[in-house]
């Protein structure tokens, strides 16, 4: 019987998917963010990656193997936990993903900004400017996404060379400011262990969970990926420890290179080129850099709106949202209902944003709400990959050692899901950046609720409908 799915085309192989991982993992702005916390961030990483990144991409690399299809995720707890728990890892996940582009946008036009030196850093907090140039690139990247995946790629692909020579120029600057003048933090052995007295360091632990995300992503278009039960685990492995590498070099060259305190939590790494220009009398050394950062995000931002319009595409497709959400392009092959319905959001969310608030307070808030709904579908992910391998009906394995539920599996689904459980609580918490934390706390965990609640209405109104499709 053929097929009556629509086909995507399968345009990715194995080194778009590394540049893809790449591009849509590493964020800029979480660099600024941990390095406020000095060499301390070290341990962090370590630990993230060793209770987090890791689990994840096992369990990620074996459930693709056994269902590689388009979907990803959300077929996999499909599959385990029925439509509904499916939904609400799609919902969470998409919501948690458009809640937070509009801060990758915002990371976009304020690093921007130092490439004109002083004379542009006047703008940072220009709801005008920084909504012009936000909307410009949101709506270049739409239309590109709609024009089908073989030109979508390449936002991904030279946006992920871009971090690789950003950071590359950063590790050689900073070299430069450092043996001239010296880290302007003093270094000792002692101040790689964290405070673990210290509360604050636990919403920056969050966030270091949170920058390592991405790994899942990839899978959710399997559909348009050649040969995905070959090639994306390889991917995993590369970028894994690529996106470790540029984290760990990126946030000691801006530990080293910008006071304590004066990191910016948004263009913190624009900062920093700026800085070492400055005290290297080089202002060109600013400007590229600024550049650099520009390219790196505009290859995040890429990646995410590609990889998260997918969501509402196999939910369209499954009946549970509008049937024209699911329509591919004749000719282009995308899913262009739903990347012209996320980039109308995007640009509601966006305006919604920056209206009758600072641009660090709009970011802030964003971030914190979208790592609480981020983290929802990994809950489900990480009891879903204990759920298959219990059911153990013949399906393609990855790792021998997965093959059934033993202790390692326990262990790699435990740490995954204690440390989900407790970044998704922790996020709602203030910082110390935070001057007004119980009005904090309420945007943030209200607009959670809100929003996953305007999602569970959508589903019961075309639950009905869905189920009597499905049943034919």
């Known amino acids: 019987m053929t097929d009556p799915r629509p086909q995507l085309h399968r345009a990715l192989g194995f080194r778009d998917l590394v ?17 406020q916390f000095g060499f301390g961030s070290m341990a962090l990483y370590l630990l993230a990656a060793l209770t987090f990144l890791i689990p994840t991409a096992l369990v990620v690399a074996e459930l693709n193997a056994r269902m590689p299809e388009e979907g990803g995720f959300y077929l996999w707890i499909r599959t385990a936990f029925g439509d509904f728990h499916g939904y609400v890892a799609a919902w969470t996940y998409w919501l948690s993903n458009v809640v937070w582009l509009p801060t990758v946008l915002l990371l976009f036009s304020l690093s921007i900004l130092y490439a004109g030196g002083e004379r542009w850093l006047g703008l940072a907090q220009n709801p005008w400017y920084n909504g012009a140039v936000c909307l410009g690139l949101l709506w270049l990247t739409t239309i590109l996404n709609v024009l089908g995946m073989e030109r979508a790629k390449w936002i991904h692909n030279v946006g992920a060379t871009g971090t690789w020579v950003c950071i590359a120029f950063l590790l050689a600057t900073g070299s430069v400011f450092v043996s001239r003048f010296g880290s302007v933090h003093p270094f000792s052995v002692g101040k790689l262990i964290p405070n673990l007295g210290d ?3 636990l919403p ?7 920058s390592f995300g991405g790994l899942e992503l990839a899978p959710v278009l399997a559909g348009e990926i050649r040969e995905p039960r070959r090639n994306l685990p390889r991917a995993m492995l590369v970028s894994g420890i690529a996106v470790l590498a540029i984290y760990v070099a990126g946030t000691l060259m801006l530990i080293f290179t910008v006071s304590e305190g004066k990191v910016s939590v948004i263009e913190g790494v624009a900062q920093a080129f700026h800085e070492v220009g400055a005290a290297l009398h080089l202002p060109w050394i600013g400007v590229a850099g600024a550049l650099l950062v520009a390219l790196g995000v ?8 590609t990889g998260i319009a997918r969501l509402p595409f196999v939910v369209g497709l499954d009946r549970y949202l509008p049937n024209v959400v699911a329509r591919i392009h004749p000719r282009w092959g995308s899913p262009y209902v739903a990347l012209l319905m996320q980039g ?8 919604t944003a920056i209206a009758g608030s600072t641009i660090k307070e709009a970011f802030l808030v ?3 709400m979208a790592v609480i709904l981020y983290f929802i579908p990994f809950l489900y992910l990480f009891a879903a990959f204990l759920w298959h391998l219990r059911r153990d009906d013949g399906e393609k394995h990855l790792f021998p050692f997965f093959r059934r539920p033993g202790g390692l599996a326990w262990v790699v689904a435990a740490s995954g899901f204690a440390i989900t459980l407790f970044s998704t609580v922790i996020s709602a918490v203030p910082s110390k950046e935070i001057e007004n934390g119980p009005l904090f706390v ?5 607009g959670a609720v809100v929003l996953t609640g305007a999602g569970l ?4 109104l075309r639950r009905r409908e869905a189920k009597a499709i499905r049943k034919r």
């Open 442 to 446: 309420l945007k943030v965990v209200g």
């Open 19 to 35: 540049l893809f991982n790449i591009s849509c993992i590493v964020g800029f702005s979480s660099l600024a963010q941990v390095a």
């Open 298 to 305: 505009t290859g995040l931002f890429g990646s995410w709106m």
């Open 457 to 460: 209405v959508v589903y019961f």
């Open 199 to 201: 509360f604050s360091l």
């Open 366 to 368: 964003l971030l914190d």
């Open 204 to 210: 920056f632990f969050a966030i270091v969970a949170f």
């Open 344 to 351: 109308c959001t995007l640009t509601l969310l966006l305006f």
